[in-house]
């Protein structure tokens, strides 16, 4: 076999030899990262209800607060029949009112002071959602890049195990035309070779799969070329689990203090429904203006003027009339309500904000148990990866060695070609699994970190994760 091919079997992510093309991203798996959380949907909904949760304070607030309003009116009286009636005095056909009225709530039971402090629950248990969230799709995102990276992997092993069948069969060819193999050994090769073909096909069918599941994850078209540049090396990781499993601080899920949040805004609420049963004091005031002019808009202070009196009025009487100008008025007032029935609305709230309360202790409960659990099957994870991790690297040595051998025995005539392709293809299997640990390991490593609620793996400003210099190189993926 070539030294060339050889060495292309060796290699667990080979290098495409295919320049980039002008319009390919360069992404590494931190920039993945914070495009998910930048423009990913999920990161863009939970900002979104940290918004909500802002807004909602805001007007549970503006509850206790003295509420200010400007009102002005005008009114024009096509007929009056109290004018009719009575007098002409009341005949006043247009009427223009101007004022300011403030109002403020002294007492309302309690309600404003608990529905503001359930309002600040909220919006932390939001803020802290928004938190677990991201923290979600950071895992999601290293993920999906992982399984990009192993897929173009495992379609370069799978493209390098069919070159090899491809050679062992021209190989057998050669050979059967000087007569130095049968033809059962040709159709074992082309059979070989027909079997690993489907294969590879499959696996690069696998790579464009995975690609589309990070693309919608960092919300990138479909279409748009990536070249994934984000290298995992065995050290770096290696370091990190070791980090992990000596570390003794507790667990910090921002979901559990969310989840207490939100049970303290439910305990909350009751005290809101409650404040139905008291009675409610709240101060009102007016400041404003009237005017009735007989016509036009009024642009005087109001006054009565002395206007001549009717020609059969007594030589003492005075009389007079308003100017049409504005005439001041002034009111304030406190209002003291006292509920004694209300149709049991007050209960049935009651009763909802009760219950609402117990069934947030119970989620309380259950995000306990579900962060514990989270924690527990991520170790054991771990554990698992980290023993198969050894397993399998002892397993790459082996193969290393053996096929070593079979091309020491072939040397001296010992063994045949296809003794040495098979022991080739057997150490490109291992090394395959080789990568399959790294990554297994980086992912367990990932999840655990989550579940510890500790940040994930540091990398440096190219994408590579800090540690020794890397054990998988990147490669382009389209």
Known sequence: MPFALLMLAL?????????????????????????????????????AQVDVADAQVIIARASGLPQLRLNGTQS?????????????????????TANATLTQPIFQGGRILAGARAA????????????ETSAQVSL???????????????????????ALASARLRQVQEFLKAGRASRYDLLRAGVERANIEP??????????????????????????????????????????????????????????????????????????????????ISFSGQIGAQAFPLNGFPRSRGRFEVVPCPADSPDDRVCTAQNGGWFGDKSFGFQIGFPLFDGFRAKGAIDLASAQAR????????????????????????????AAFAARGQNAGEALEAFRLAELRHARGLATQLEVADAQLALTIAKTNEARSVYDLYLAAAAYARALGRPPQDFDISGRAVGSPSLLPPGDAR
Not at 140 to 162: E, K
Not at 359 to 365: I, K, M, R
């Open 120 to 131: 600040r629950y909220v919006r932390t248990a939001a803020r802290l959602e928004e938190s």
């Open 199 to 280: 294969t590879a096909i499959q696996a690069r069918s696998d790579v464009e799969l995975a690609l589309i599941e990070l693309k919608r994850l960092i919300n990138l078209p479909f279409d748009q070329p990536i070249r994934l540049t984000t290298s995992i090396d065995t050290s770096s990781v290696l370091a990190w689990v070791d980090r992990l499993l000596t570390d003794a601080a507790p667990v910090n899920r921002s979901a559990v203090r969310s989840a207490e949040l939100v049970s303290q805004a439910r305990h909350a609420g009751v005290r809101v429904a409650k404040a139905d049963l008291f009675p409610t």
């Open 359 to 386: 069934l947030a202790d119970l989620q309380l409960a259950q995000t306990k148990e579900l962060v514990a659990s989270e924690g527990a099957a991520a170790r054991a994870e771990l554990d698992r990866a980290r």
């Open 76 to 96: 024009h009286v096509m007929q009056s029949a109290r004018a009719s009636a009575v007098g002409s005095i009341f005949n006043q056909p247009n009427t223009y």
């Open 140 to 162: 999601d995102v290293q993920r999906a890049y992982i399984d990009a990276l192993f897929a173009r992997n495992l379609a370069d092993i799978q493209d390098t195990s069919l």
């Open 11 to 47: 290699q667990v992510l080979p290098q495409n030899p295919q320049s980039a093309q002008s319009d390919t991203l360069a992404l590494t798996l931190p920039a993945a990262v914070q495009r998910a959380l930048r423009v990913g949907d999920e990161s863009r909904a939970a900002a």
